[in-house]
């Protein structure tokens, strides 16, 4: 089956405007996960969608949202941009989310970079 | 909050070494993920463990999980340069209904050919 995809691939912005990514599950799964990966923090998490629910957050700012659609795709927002923003932002599924479907897939990414 | 370690950030080995990276937290650990992430891609599963002293193999990987489950650690037997990448352990933090999973810092691995 088909993996997790997501677009855009690479995007670049300019600081104060906002940018939506979005993420396609693997068929099936119905949770979400949104990561940021910098060279300095590593993978942070960011939130968790199931069944169009936010369940879980990291300690972002508010600038950072998200949602999740019926079909379970997620899209992730970032308003008003600053250049710490510039990061490899990652998406991954699971069938539920819960102890028993714990192997998460990821997606290739969106690089943002932000000047 | 919850965090995890690993130790080293960097290694270089040439092809046929072993390898070796630590994971290390101050508190017990629910459960350990170890991810790989080849340069420019992004992490791959590789596996859970969940049980006190548990060790699996994966081909020439061999993952372990400490006595105390406050550490874990992967090594690769005779590297190859398909081994080049970073190395993440993780903690899927156990909520009542869903799972947040806090990742180490990750050890790159580069493999002289």
């Known amino acids: 089956k088909a993996g997790v995809t997501q677009t855009p691939r690479y995007l670049i912005k300019t600081r104060g405007q906002q940018v939506t990514l979005s993420c396609s599950p693997i068929?099936?799964?119905?949770?979400v996960s949104w990561y940021q990966q910098t060279p300095g923090q590593g993978l942070q998490f960011l939130f968790e969608?199931?069944?169009?629910?936010?369940?879980n957050k990291g300690n972002f700012p508010g600038r950072f949202s998200g949602r999740q659609f019926s079909n379970s795709r997620s899209e992730m927002n970032v308003s008003t941009l600053e250049l710490g923003d510039s990061a490899l932002y990652l998406c991954?599924?699971?069938?539920?989310?819960?102890?028993?479907?714990?192997?998460?897939?990821f997606g290739p990414g969106t690089r943002l970079t932000v000047t | 909050g919850q965090q995890v370690m690993q130790i080293p950030q960097y290694q270089h080995v040439q092809e046929g070494e072993d390898f070796t990276t630590y994971c290390n937290s101050s508190?017990?650990?629910?459960?350990i993920q170890w991810y790989k992430q080849r340069p420019g891609g992004h992490p791959v599963f590789l596996i859970q463990?969940?049980?006190?002293?548990e060790v699996k193999k994966q081909k020439r990987l061999t993952f372990q999980f400490g006595e105390a489950k406050k550490n874990s650690s992967l090594h690769i037997t005779a590297t190859q340069t398909t081994d080049v990448g970073t190395y993440f352990c993780?903690?899927?933090?156990?909520?009542?209904?869903?799972?947040?999973?806090?990742f180490g810092p990750g050890t790159s691995l580069s493999v002289i050919p």
């Open positions: 508190t017990t650990l629910s459960n």
């Open positions: 463990l969940v049980k006190s002293g």
């Open positions: 969608y199931f069944s169009e629910t936010q369940r």
């Open positions: 993780a903690e899927r933090i156990l909520q009542t209904s869903y799972d947040k999973v806090i």
């Open positions: 991954a599924t699971t069938f539920d989310g819960t102890g028993s479907s714990y192997e998460q897939y």
């Open positions: 068929s099936g799964h119905r949770s």
